[in-house]
């Protein structure tokens, strides 16, 4: 019901009822808990519906895959009509650089001339046109290197190796293939692989070799007792190319080499 109540004017004045859009309620009142659950119960809700609705996306983890095999090149393939049949290269282990190449080389050297660049691990043979065969090489590890100029004396397919008496000295196992035993026989595991190439200065045996191997891990590494080690698919193809007398020029390595 309306109450009226007279004004100062004599007018009479309405008196609305106390109003709010907030409905007071007493704490702990039934009605007030039964809301309050209700808004929470709402929130959660709304919470639930938008993990459901807007789900994590599928993480697709792509297989990696595998790197492909290098193509074996034909030059390194087994060689099976060989005195002793020479097994593939593992060319896994060998970078593709120290393949078997010709590059442009500009040098002042004569075509023909071998060049052993023993810091780079690589083999020239001079070319005409500024250009170059280039192999990859094992040179000798410290103290065992050498270098000059010489000449290849002569050259020996599936030679004997014989270590020279102070390998010996260092490696009493070696023994058995001194001079006086006859060296060891020719063969895969022989040091000295499939071919030989002497070099002699001043007409006196350096001692020094270029020869072949079958370990493809050496390429390019400083491992050997001096001598100069190509792959045996290499070193048979160098011997095809140079004859006997062939001039050769070995650069040192300032921090291995011992100067002639």
């Given at each position: 019901?309306?109450?009226?109540?007279?004004?100062?004017?004599?007018?009479?004045?309405?008196?609305?009822?106390?109003?709010?859009?907030?409905?007071?309620?007493?704490?702990?009142?039934?009605?007030?808990?039964?809301?309050?659950?209700?808004?929470?119960?709402?929130?959660?809700?709304?919470?639930?519906?938008?993990?459901?609705?807007?789900?994590?996306?599928?993480?697709?983890?792509?297989?990696?895959?595998?790197?492909?095999?290098?193509?074996?090149?034909?030059?390194?393939?087994?060689?099976?009509?060989?005195?002793?049949?020479?097994?593939?290269?593992?060319?896994k282990r060998l970078e593709p650089q120290l393949w078997r190449q010709v590059v442009d080389y500009p040098t002042d050297e004569r075509v023909g001339t071998?060049?052993?660049?023993?810091?780079?691990?690589?083999?020239?043979?001079?070319?005409?046109?500024?250009?170059?065969?280039?192999?990859?090489?094992?040179?000798?590890?410290?103290?065992?290197?050498?270098?000059?100029?010489?000449?290849?004396?002569?050259?020996?397919?599936?030679?004997?190796?014989?270590?020279?008496?102070?390998?010996?000295?260092?490696?009493?196992e070696l023994a058995p293939y001194s001079a006086a035993n006859g060296g060891m026989p020719p063969g895969l595991d022989n040091p000295l692989g499939a071919?030989?190439?002497?070099?002699?200065?001043?007409?006196?045996?350096?001692?020094?070799?270029?020869?072949?191997?079958?370990?493809?891990?050496?390429?390019?590494?400083?491992?050997?007792?001096?001598?100069?080690?190509?792959?045996?698919?290499?070193?048979?193809?160098?011997?095809?190319?140079?004859?006997?007398?062939?001039?050769?020029?070995?650069?040192?390595?300032?921090?291995?080499?011992i100067a002639a």
């Amino acid at each position: 019901m309306t109450n009226l109540k007279n004004g100062q004017n004599g007018a009479s004045e309405r008196v609305l009822p106390a109003c709010s859009t907030h409905h007071h309620h007493r704490p702990g009142s039934s009605i007030g808990n039964l809301h309050r659950r209700g808004f929470l119960a709402g929130l959660a809700t709304v919470a639930l519906s938008g993990c459901v609705a807007t789900p994590e996306p599928a993480r697709v983890i792509a297989a990696q895959a595998p790197e492909p095999e290098p193509v074996l090149p034909a030059m390194y393939r087994a060689m099976p009509s060989e005195r002793f049949p020479i097994p593939a290269v593992d060319i896994k282990r060998l970078e593709p650089q120290l393949w078997r190449q010709v590059v442009d080389y500009p040098t002042d050297e004569r075509v023909g001339t071998l060049i052993v660049d023993t810091p780079a691990k690589y083999l020239y043979l001079v070319r005409e046109g500024g250009k170059a065969m280039r192999y990859g090489i094992g040179v000798g590890r410290d103290g065992f290197s050498w270098s000059g100029r010489a000449v290849i004396a002569y050259k020996r397919e599936w030679p004997t190796w014989t270590p020279p008496a102070e390998m010996i000295e260092r490696q009493p196992e070696l023994a058995p293939y001194s001079a006086a035993n006859g060296g060891m026989p020719p063969g895969l595991d022989n040091p000295l692989g499939a071919r030989a190439l002497y070099i002699f200065q001043d007409g006196r045996d350096t001692l020094y070799r270029l020869h072949g191997t079958n370990q493809a891990w050496s390429i390019g590494r400083a491992v050997s007792s001096g001598c100069i080690r190509l792959l045996n698919q290499d070193v048979i193809d160098l011997y095809g190319r140079v004859p006997d007398g062939t001039p050769i020029r070995v650069i040192p390595d300032p921090s291995t080499a011992i100067a002639a």
